[in-house]
Structure formats: C-alpha cells, structure tokens
C-alpha cells in the first residue's frame, strides 16, 4: 500500500511541489484539463505522465473524462455509439502512455449535496446531504462538481443538473451500464488498462428521475459479473460505503472484493451519519474506525494506493484544501506507518 496525492486537474509546479513536500511517491489526476472536445490523445496524455515523472512522482490514475464525454451513453441517447468510440479510444491511448488505471462514475447528474456550512469540527467548512431536502427544494439541489457548472465557487455549486428532464429507472439505467461496460471492457483489456468504478454519492435510489445503480454491494457484486474481466475494479471510496451503511458497509466491500483483488485504489474519507442523511468530517471522528480499515486494507492483499478526497475546508484554506488535505494524507501516513511494524493484521 501506498498514499498518493489525488484530485488536481492540473500538474503545475505548486501542486506536484506539495505532493514532493508531503513525501508521497505518486499523484492522481481528476479530470484533466487536456485538449479535445470528445477524447484525448496520446501525446496530451504522455505529456501528463512524464511531467509527474520530473518530479519523481508515479501518475497512478486518471481519474474520470469530462461528462459530455459519455453523457449520452449513461443516458441512452442517441450519439452514445460515437461517444462509445471515442471513449475507447481514450482508453487505448491511456495505455499507450503508460497509465495503468481509468477511474469513472456512472451518474449522469453527478454528486450532489444539499448543504456547505462551517459546521465541522472547530468550525471547518463541510458538505451534507439530507434526503428530504431534495424532495422540498428540487430547484435549489447543490451539486458537488464545479467542472459542470462553470462556477467559480471551489467547493460546491448550486443548479446546474445535466441530465435534467430525463426520467430512467433502474433497469434502464442497467441497460445503458451493461452496453457501456460490454463495449469497453475489451478494448481496456488490449491496452493493459483497469477500469474503477466510483460509487454513487450519494448512494440513493435516484435523484432528479434518473435511478442510481451503484449505491449498495448488490449493485456492483452485479457490475462485476457483468463485466467479468480482471480489468474491471473498483475506486473504493470509503465515504460513499460509509454513507451507504457504516463501518460494516465498508468492511462488506473490502472482505468481498478485496481478496479477489478488485480494489484498484482508495479515497480514504468518510461522514457522519448515513443516507438519507449525513455530512462529511475529518478521518477518525466518522463512522469507521480509520485504524481498522487500514488493516483490514493489508489483511485482504490489497497493494494499490490510497488518497484524499472531499477534505474539510479549514481556517485560511486554499481553493484546493491544501490545509485539509495535508491533515487527510498526514492520518493516513501514520496510519500505514503504524500498520508495517505490527506483526499481523487479524
């Protein structure tokens, strides 16, 4: 195991300065901000490996195109045959460049939240969701993704919805998963790509009539007969399985998929409370024991890399959560170190 930086759009030298400073060996990257309108290419995505590389650090995943790269295709419109392409080209190109992982969702309208308050522990600035509220305030939703929105709001944004006027349900929804997965699958196989599904966040049944599939182990126990290929696995986002059930949620997916080497890497976070309602903390004051998990992380095998993600704004904080996400990486560095001196992971 081991902790990487995650959740930049850019590899500028501030970023990838602070990576090298907090001691890490490899960065994730979100969204990149990469030319092309439909896909990348090669030389862009080469381009982003090697410039981690300067650093000395590992680009260990990509993590999620843009939304309209395959909106169409979680939808079911028209166009997502062209989209299909267009990702598996990305896809082929991700490897040619040396990138072992491709992490992705399957919401068509994203995460969402319904409030940002300074209601953290010593007044940090955290999200929370409350199931009820979506159903009293449908045109006031906070959706979590400033990529979509054009916002210059950093940390939550308020409106946009992309797939507002469709109504799906779950089996439609599954319909659209197994045609994606179907065409993709062996196109990730042939490049040496592993492809990690993202959880719902939240993990509810649907939200503006579009139905969520991957918001409990029974949604994606099933994702992965469906695919059936060592190169499907899972961005095991802890929170998400935290908001679905706690720590026995967690612990669910870690024992189940974990042994069967399923877990691709890990967004160490986690909430307070459950769906339909709950809000986002620092490590170790959640719903799970973070000394726990970590363990039971080596007792499975797992080997890839953890890191941070939707961290608490503290006092004076950047726009990225510099602050935040130094306190999240630092936890879970003393955390792994702790872990290699005991003898055994019961």
Known sequence: MRIAVGQVSQLSDEILTFARQLGVLGIQVNTPALPGAHRWEYEDLLALRTRAEEYGLHLEAIENVHLDFYDKVMLGLPGRDEQIAHYQATIRNIGRAGIPILGYHFMPNSVWRTARAPVGRGGALVTAFDLAAVTERQSELLVARTDRSGSDDPFNTQGIIPAAGYQLNEAE??????????????????????????????????????????????GFKRAMEIADSDAWGLDLCLGCWSEMG????????????????????????????TVPTFAECFIGEGNFNAATVMRALK???????????????MANDTDYGHRGRAHAIGYMQGLLAMLETLPSTP
């Open 246 to 273: 706690g720590e026995p949620a967690v612990m669910e997916a870690i024992d189940f998929f974990g042994p069967r080497g399923k877990i691709l890497y890990v967004h160490f976070r986690d909430v307070q409370g």
């Open 299 to 313: 007792r499975v095998g797992f080997t890839g890399f953890l890191l941070d993600d939707h961290v608490p704004f």
């Open 173 to 218: 929804m599954w319909a659209n998963y197994t045609y994606f997965i179907k065409a993709v699958i062996p196109v990730a196989e042939e490049a040496g790509v592993k492809l990690a599904l993202h959880p719902d966040d939240p993990p509810v049944a649907s939200l503006g009539g579009i139905a969520r599939l991957f918001r409990n182990f029974d």
